[in-house]
């Protein structure tokens, strides 16, 4: 356990439902992450959240909507996903959002173990 | 901005061969780290460099940072079917950027 949990693990839905993905960490973290991993592509960065402000979004489109309530949890809302949308997503965190002068261990993350999304 | 090239993409050994897999970075980094992904599962952190030329091990596994850290290496030595897996590099300098990953197949 890495001490990030991700829920659900596994998600089926249709391209006009709308469902959310929960993130939860509990190591004291500031930072968090949603990533999106597709098959035989390399992790894409969604959003960042530092201290629960967003500080980083990639050109994600629309239908992605992340929420940050708290230091502890993260949420990804999707809405009128498309089937080129079904991947992996990955939750993560770390103790400090990278910064220039970090040489030490604040910017590890911690990854969760996923949502398998399909989008049919 | 800034870019972590890794490469080789995939590498297919026979077990007991070496691996090796390399990251270059556009800018100079402050700290890098090394993570891997087991076939199903997700990132793990393995280890994070920070001095110019450093060099840690764990077991069969050596990891290097260039002098200028800008590039950086990852060599398994007499590799095992365990170590299958996507090993990704990470660069960090204002920002987190993560390399494509090397997937590593082991032939028993």
């Known amino acids: 356990e890495t001490g990030v949990t991700q829920t659900p693990r596994h998600l089926v839905m249709g391209m006009t439902n709308k469902k959310s993905l929960k993130c939860e960490q509990h190591?004291?973290?500031?930072?968090m992450y949603w990533y999106k991993q597709s098959a035989k592509k390399p992790l894409e960065l969604m959003f960042v959240?530092?201290?629960?402000?967003?500080?980083e979004n990639n050109s994600v489109p629309s239908r992605f909507s992340p929420e940050c309530p708290n230091s502890s949890h993260l949420f990804l809302h999707l809405h009128t996903l498309q089937p080129e949308d079904s991947a992996l997503y990955l939750c993560?965190?770390?103790?400090?959002?990278?910064?220039?002068?970090?040489?030490?261990?604040?910017?590890?993350?911690?990854f969760g173990a996923g949502t398998r999304l399909s989008v049919l | 901005g800034q870019q972590v090239m890794q490469i080789p993409q995939y590498q297919h050994v026979q077990e007991g061969e070496d691996f090796t897999t390399y990251c270059n970075s556009s800018?100079?980094?402050?700290?890098i780290q090394w993570y891997k992904q087991r076939p199903g599962g997700h990132p793990v952190f393995l280890i994070q460099?920070?001095?110019?030329?450093e060099v840690k091990k764990q077991k069969r596994l050596t990891f290097q940072f260039g002098e200028a850290k800008k590039n950086s290496s990852l060599h398994i030595t007499a590799t095992q079917t365990t170590d299958v897996g996507t090993y990704f590099c990470?660069?960090?300098?204002?920002?987190?950027?993560f390399g494509d990953g090397t997937t590593l197949t082991v032939k028993p």
């Open positions: 993560a965190s770390s103790q400090d959002r990278s910064s220039i002068w970090d040489s030490g261990a604040k910017n590890i993350q911690y």
């Open positions: 190591l004291g973290h500031n930072a």
């Open positions: 959240y530092s201290l629960e402000e967003r500080v």
């Open positions: 800018t100079t980094l402050s700290n």
């Open positions: 460099l920070v001095k110019s030329g």
């Open positions: 990470a660069g960090h300098a204002g920002k987190s950027t």
